[in-house]
């Protein structure tokens, strides 16, 4: 089959870096810092994710920033040189400013440019759930959509991705403000363990909480059995951990017993993401139903008016 695009992929999606390095598909790093100055998130190529998380454990307190703009006219400029339609599959505006700095550079690329096909998509996801959309993405590249067609069935597809985390380390979260000091050292006193979601803006939304690891385990299975769509022949599911390998494989254990047919990719949660929620979350991604349809109707009346 002759692909007819190229990719721009960023790190946040963690996936495993062989899944991504492939002809034809360049990766935005995103930086991270901790005690040891700047890093670039390269997939763990450098450094391990239990290297990661154990500096965690031990009191280290990475941060995050936005792609800086060199970076990302280095990836335009890469999709200029290859001379061929390119998709640029960003991770999501809710979290991030970097789609918004993508986006204006963009413009002005096009000024220069004005015959550039190089397009710009917001997943609207994040970590995991952005590596099920990218995966797929990266497959029906490979089937021959060309960059129009492939921005037509990311920006619909994304709607399709459901998934649940379990957050463990709850100091994490209230380091970047997502949850106050006083619900975190209450959740910490009865092991209480988050269950987040992303919802259609792309935002991290509480979706539930479980007492301990174990119902939390099975909250995600629950969660998975009673939302994932049933059509085609088989089922992609992605499953991550932050440095939590035994409980990562008794929930793909869990999986397999439910549906032993389900196709299962393990992945780690990488340090952008992780900076933010500490070692120990757990997620399971897969397809799900459109979130566009568990919006009121006032909602979605609103929606269709700002054309998203």
């Known amino acids: 089959m002759d692909i007819k695009c190229n ?8 996936l495993p870096h062989d899944i991504v390095d492939r002809k034809g598909v360049y990766l935005v790093q995103f930086p991270y810092f901790d005690d040891d100055g700047e890093h670039l998130d390269d ?26 703009m060199p970076a990302l006219q280095e990836a335009y400029q890469w999709a200029i040189d290859q001379g061929k339609p390119t998709v640029y599959l960003s991770f999501s505006s809710g979290l991030s400013g970097t ?18 096909e190089l397009y710009l998509v917001d997943t609207k996801l994040a970590s995991v759930a952005e590596a099920l959309l990218v995966y797929e993405a990266l497959d029906q590249r490979e089937k021959g959509l060309t960059a129009k067609e492939l921005v037509t ?21 209230r380091r970047g403000g997502r949850i106050p000091s006083t619900v975190a050292f209450a959740g910490s006193k009865l092991d209480v363990k988050p269950l987040l979601g992303i919802d259609m803006n792309g935002k991290l939304a509480l979706t539930g909480v479980a007492r301990g690891r174990k119902k939390g385990i099975k909250s995600l299975i629950d969660y998975w059995t009673k ?12 499953v991550g951990g932050a440095d939590c390998p035994k409980d990562q494989e008794r929930l793909v254990s869990l999986l397999a017993k439910e549906d032993e047919t389900a196709i299962v990719l393990e992945s780690s949660i990488g340090p952008v993401i992780g900076s933010h929620v500490g070692p120990g979350m757990l997620a399971v991604v897969f397809w799900g139903p459109d979130k566009r349809n568990d919006l009121s109707v006032a909602d979605r009346i609103a929606s269709k008016v700002r054309g998203k």
């Open 7 to 14: 990719l721009i992929l960023d790190s946040c999606c963690d």
């Open 153 to 173: 069935w990311a920006e619909e597809a994304r709607y399709f991705v459901d998934a649940q985390f379990m957050v463990d380390d709850l100091e994490a979260l």
């Open 227 to 238: 939302r994932r769509t049933n059509e085609g022949p088989v089922q992609n599911v992605v």
């Open 43 to 68: 997939l763990y190529q450098m450094q391990t994710a239990h290297d990661f998380y154990e500096g965690m454990r031990k009191g280290s307190e990475p941060h995050t920033a936005q792609v800086p």
């Open 99 to 116: 789609f918004d700095t993508a986006q204006m550079l963009l413009d002005q690329m096009k000024v220069e440019h004005p015959d550039l």
